[in-house]
């Protein structure tokens, strides 16, 4: 079983909700879950985002649906690193 | 996130609040103001009947009320409707299924609701001493003074709230919103003489 361990990504957010609102709910969706958010560019309506996620097994649909929720578009996945647990099987 | 906290963030990301509050103060003085002058208007009349009275009351209560939900829902949808499309024009999506999809259709019928029934339960307060003395209760005034001094009460409670939501003086703003009941009352007597 393969799971997600970081994410980083591209997301364009209104202004409202701000940054605190969309870290705390992403922060929500596991209990081990770290966010780090950086905006990189800001107009008159919108934000650009730099979202990093950190979890030991990350749920990536639930996490597009949270940002798609709080009015934001995933622009792209930029950086993914995964780990495959015990019981993942290699094929030749 | 519960329905209280899911409302919060509906509003937060609308800058409603503001909003809600001024259509609650704005109306609910509206209704307090009807009230105090369809009872002075009884009060300087010569023995109008106490159900007259009431059906009037309560008339003007619906009106106000079925006013505000109508008024505020028409200008707050439209509102919200160009509101949405100018973020959904700058995101350069639909948004949908999105917090802001969902505020722009239920904030409008929020504030609406608010501008409606902040008149209509402030009418019915004021008029509670009417209903008393119909129900046969006896109150210490005539039921029409009894409203009157009701609705002086209100007024003054709505102009201590507006003193505290903008940081003055709750004393002076609420005499400020009794010297306003306090005008009309002295034209309707002006008038009915």
Redesign the interface.
């Known amino acids: 079983m393969v799971r997600i361990k970081r994410l980083v990504l591209d997301v364009?957010k209104?202004h409202?909700?701000d940054a605190l609102?969309c870290t705390k709910a992403l922060a929500r969706l596991g209990v081990d879950y770290r966010i780090k958010l950086t905006m990189t560019e800001m107009?008159?309506?919108?934000q650009t985002l730099q979202i990093v996620i950190q979890g030991e097994d990350l749920d990536f649909e639930r996490i597009k649906?949270t940002i798609?929720?709080?009015?934001?578009?995933l622009r792209s996945i930029d950086e993914v690193e995964a780990t495959g647990a015990p019981g993942t099987t290699t094929e030749s | 996130m519960n329905l209280f906290a899911q409302l919060r963030?509906l509003f937060?990301?609308?800058?409603s609040e503001d909003i809600v509050r001024r259509y609650f103060v704005v109306n609910g003085f509206d209704g307090a103001l009807t009230m105090l002058g369809l009872n002075m208007g009884f009060y300087v009349s010569d023995n109008v009947d106490l159900s007259v009275v009431i059906s009037a009351c309560l008339g003007a209560a619906v009106a106000l009320g079925m006013s505000g939900l109508a008024s505020a829902y028409i200008s707050e949808a439209a509102e919200r409707k160009r509101w949405l499309s100018?973020?959904e024009d700058?995101?350069?999506?639909d948004?949908r299924?999105?917090?802001?999809r969902t505020a722009a259709k239920v904030v409008p019928l929020l504030v609406a609701l608010v501008n409606s029934l902040a008149p209509l339960l402030i009418s019915l307060f004021i008029i509670t001493p009417l209903w008393l003395a119909d129900a046969g209760i006896l109150l210490p005034l005539a039921p029409v003074e009894a409203a009157i001094g009701l609705a002086f009460l209100t007024i003054f409670g709505l102009g201590v709230f507006l003193g505290r939501v903008s940081g003055r003086l709750w004393l002076w703003s609420g005499l400020q919103a009794l010297l306003i009941a306090l005008a009309t009352v002295l034209i309707i007597f002006i008038i009915g003489d």
Request: net charge negative.
């Open positions: 364009l209104p409202q909700p609102e107009d008159e309506r919108t649906e798609t929720n709080m009015g934001c578009s | 963030f937060n990301i609308t800058h100018e973020l700058a995101m350069i999506t948004l299924g999105s917090a802001h």
